[in-house]
């Protein structure tokens, strides 16, 4: 069982930064792959950004690609999404999650262990 705690959410305007955490606890991470999924009122949980056990291979939606930056520290067990040049159509519930292997995924089905999201909103 790993239990998933999202930080660092907040209001900020169009072209600031934010950066988020999700600790990890219950069970080292350092063996398995994370992912950030995001959640906007009335749709459905898209993928944002995933990063492979080393921190080495990381992936990222078309969307969000040369803004957001992921990554960990095994050490903490903790993954990070750095959060640039943000803008109004990045609002949404961001929401951290485990998959219980090697492998980077960008579905939200394979994924084992999710945290409870903390709220981005990005003003105008």
């Known amino acids: 069982q790993v239990q998933l705690v999202e930080s660092g959410g907040g209001l900020v305007q169009a072209g600031g930064s934010l950066r988020l955490s999700c600790a990890a606890s219950?069970?080292?991470?350092?063996?398995?792959?994370m992912g950030w999924f995001r959640q906007a009122p009335g749709k459905e949980r898209e993928f944002v950004a995933a990063i492979g056990w080393s921190g080495l291979s990381t992936y990222y939606a078309a969307s969000v690609k040369g803004r957001l930056t992921i990554s960990r520290d095994n050490a903490k067990n903790t993954v990070y999404l750095q959060m640039n040049s943000l803008k109004p159509e990045d609002t949404a519930v961001y929401y951290c999650?485990?998959?219980?292997?090697?492998?980077?995924?960008?579905?939200?089905?394979?994924?084992?262990?999710w945290g409870q999201g903390t709220q981005v909103t990005v003003s105008s």
């Open positions: 999650a485990v998959r219980m292997t090697l492998a980077i995924a960008t579905t939200p089905g394979e994924y084992d262990y």
């Open positions: 219950g069970r080292t991470i350092s063996s398995y792959a």
